[in-house]
């Protein structure tokens, strides 16, 4: 009688499997294997900052919050991780459906606050000249502007000032929500400006971005000057 035990591997390892190895439960647990270690640091910086002593508490203290802020950091970028691959095990994506721009970024509000206070950034909320209505799936959108926020935050200096609105805008077949990051944008260059402000993405939030607001009926357009980058997320009107 044999003592070796045949063990079956994963589904899709073979090579004439059509089932896909980078399964949503892979991602799953390859997101929960890193926050494993992520929280382990976390857990570190308090400890060693509340036995910091008061004369320390300074520099050392600023360096530990970091930490805090950089675990943060890759903490959203898993969970953006999670949501794409839910997104695109769905063929289909997400039917839009009429939203209300001005509304759902007044849900947001509190949350954006939040992401851009952990940076250390200032954000401004601009009001829309109409009411924004378009055509684009909720949640694909709410992910979209989050993941966007983060990046802008992400590349900009304590100094500098997030800013959010639809400029004024005399195209009638599709809204403009604009995140943009410093004071030398204009509506005009948000809105049009020359093929050499456009850029391609490059981060994995830009690119996320794209992804998720193509499916859902709307595009993202990224543009670039010396004093800071913009997105543009373009969506159908009704």
Same mark, same amino acid.
């Given at each position: 009688?044999?003592?070796?035990?045949?063990?079956?591997? +994963? *589904?899709?390892?073979?090579?004439?499997?059509?089932?896909?190895?980078?399964?949503?439960?892979?991602?799953?647990?390859?997101?929960?294997?890193?926050?494993?270690?992520?929280?382990?640091?976390?857990?570190?910086?308090?400890?060693? *900052?509340?036995?910091?002593?008061?004369?320390?508490?300074?520099?050392?203290?600023?360096?530990?919050?970091?930490?805090?802020?950089?675990?943060?950091?890759?903490?959203?970028?898993?969970?953006?991780?999670?949501?794409?691959?839910?997104?695109?095990?769905? +063929?289909?994506? *997400?039917?839009?459906?009429?939203?209300?721009?001005?509304?759902?970024?007044?849900?947001?509000? +509190?949350?954006?606050?939040?992401?851009?206070?952990?940076?250390?950034?200032?954000?401004?909320?601009?009001?829309?000249?109409?009411?924004?209505?378009?055509?684009?799936?909720?949640?694909?959108?709410?992910?979209?502007?989050?993941?966007?926020?983060?990046?802008?935050?992400?590349?900009?200096?304590?100094?500098?000032?997030?800013?959010?609105?639809?400029?004024?805008?005399?195209?009638?077949?599709?809204?403009?929500?604009?995140?943009?990051?410093?004071?030398?944008?204009?509506?005009?260059?948000?809105?049009?400006?020359?093929?050499?402000?456009?850029?391609?993405?490059?981060?994995?939030?830009?690119?996320?971005?794209?992804?998720?607001?193509? *499916?859902?009926?709307?595009?993202?357009?990224?543009?670039?000057?010396?004093?800071?980058?913009?997105?543009?997320?373009?969506?159908?009107?009704?």
């Amino acid at each position: 009688m044999s003592l070796t035990q045949e063990i079956a591997g +994963p *589904r899709g390892l073979a090579p004439d499997s059509a089932d896909p190895i980078l399964t949503t439960a892979m991602v799953k647990a390859f997101c929960h294997d890193c926050r494993t270690p992520l929280a382990v640091i976390s857990e570190f910086a308090s400890i060693v *900052r509340e036995e910091l002593e008061p004369n320390e508490t300074g520099d050392s203290a600023e360096l530990l919050g970091l930490v805090h802020d950089r675990v943060w950091d890759v903490e959203t970028l898993l969970g953006t991780l999670e949501f794409l691959k839910v997104e695109l095990d769905d +063929p289909a994506g *997400r039917p839009p459906a009429e939203i209300d721009v001005a509304a759902l970024i007044e849900d947001l509000r +509190p949350n954006i606050e939040t992401i851009a206070a952990r940076w250390g950034i200032e954000v401004q909320f601009l009001g829309p000249p109409e009411p924004p209505v378009c055509l684009c799936d909720a949640g694909s959108f709410r992910e979209a502007v989050v993941a966007l926020l983060n990046d802008l935050c992400r590349s900009a200096s304590r100094r500098d000032t997030i800013r959010i609105g639809v400029p004024l805008d005399l195209d009638t077949l599709k809204l403009q929500l604009c995140l943009w990051r410093g004071e030398g944008w204009t509506p005009s260059e948000l809105l049009g400006g020359t093929e050499l402000m456009r850029v391609e993405p490059k981060t994995f939030r830009q690119r996320f971005a794209g992804i998720v607001l193509a *499916r859902a009926g709307g595009s993202l357009v990224i543009k670039q000057k010396d004093t800071g980058a913009a997105f543009v997320l373009q969506l159908s009107r009704p």
